[in-house]
């Protein structure tokens, strides 16, 4: 019985221990993909076609709130994120 438990305790912490490798690698994906696009946002800022720009910041003001007779922007934060990049 005590041997059982040992042998599943001895499973379940290597089942951790790979899950916490597999999120630790996919974490460092992800902030090497954000820091590429942070790195090279103004050139692509610059690649772009005017309309790809439009649609851009389209998407990037598309979250009106009206407020009596005032229109209003709320930016969303990752986008912030983005136009703070281009502008480095």
């Not at 974490?27 to 772009?48: F, G, M, P, V, Y």
């Not at 003001?61 to 934060?77: A, D, K």
Request: proline share 2%; aromatic share 6%.
């Amino acid at each position: 019985m005590k041997q059982e438990r040992s042998v599943s305790l001895k499973r379940f912490t290597d089942l951790l221990s790979g899950a916490q490798l597999a999120i630790t690698d996919a974490s460092l994906e992800t902030a090497k993909s954000i820091l590429e696009l942070a790195t090279n946002s103004k050139s692509l800022w610059l690649s772009r076609s005017p309309q790809e720009r439009k649609a851009f910041l389209n998407e990037l003001l598309s979250n009106q709130v009206l407020g009596g007779p005032i229109i209003r922007y709320e930016l969303r934060l990752h986008l912030l994120y983005n136009i703070m990049f281009l502008c480095l």
